[in-house]
């Protein structure tokens, strides 16, 4: 299937320093743990995390959400972090905030291992699609109801390796 760019890799790196730089300011020379949510996160991450200048350690999650094409709000860990997190402050890394419900599932697990902050950097939004009001505090884009491929993201576990966002045109 043919595919057509969305976010060229160019805007896309452009953007990921510019949030890097956001995110180094903000904190200020403060330790984080920085998790990437799993699988999806991981080639964003990699590049974040090179344009993070505050001493950091990175724990990943897998996490599962039961469904069909709908995401269902039922999310498992299929994978957890290896460390506590309890006094420290936790920067999410996803691919992107689709209904919201995946996130908010990670947003309460989280809150209950007392960490001392919590804060979320996205690569996407569909804000179309929102179930639940996320906050982002680190957004990459905002997009339209499509799906995307590329950049980490799959279709049936292919297309992570784009270096670009993509959608796929049916012909
Ligand atoms: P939510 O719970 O917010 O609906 O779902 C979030 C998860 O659904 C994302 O982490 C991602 O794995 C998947 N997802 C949502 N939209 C897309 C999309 O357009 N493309 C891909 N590849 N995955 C998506």
Not at 89 to 112: A, F, K, P, R, S
Not at 137 to 151: A, R, W
Request: no cysteine; charged share 25%.
């Amino acid at each position: 299937m043919p595919i057509d760019t969305l976010i060229s890799a160019e805007d896309i790196q452009a953007r990921v320093a510019e949030l890097g730089r956001q995110i180094t300011a903000d904190y200020g020379g403060q330790e984080i743990v920085v998790v990437p949510v799993l699988k999806g996160s991981f080639v964003f991450a990699a590049d974040l995390v090179r344009h993070i200048d505050v001493p950091l350690a990175i724990d990943f999650l897998g996490l599962r959400s039961y469904e069909g094409t709908e995401s269902s709000g039922v999310v498992q860990i299929t994978s957890d972090l290896t460390k506590s997190v309890e006094g420290k402050h936790v920067l999410i890394i996803e691919d992107i905030v689709d209904t919201g419900l995946t996130m908010q599932y990670l947003l309460q697990n989280l809150e209950t291992r007392k960490p001392a902050s919590v804060k979320l950097a996205s690569l996407l939004h569909k804000p179309a699609r929102s179930k639940v009001k996320i906050p982002i505090d680190y957004l990459g884009f905002e997009i339209e109801d499509v799906f995307v491929i590329g950049y980490g993201l799959d279709y049936d576990q292919h297309y992570r390796n784009l270096p670009y966002l993509g959608v796929m045109r049916p012909e």
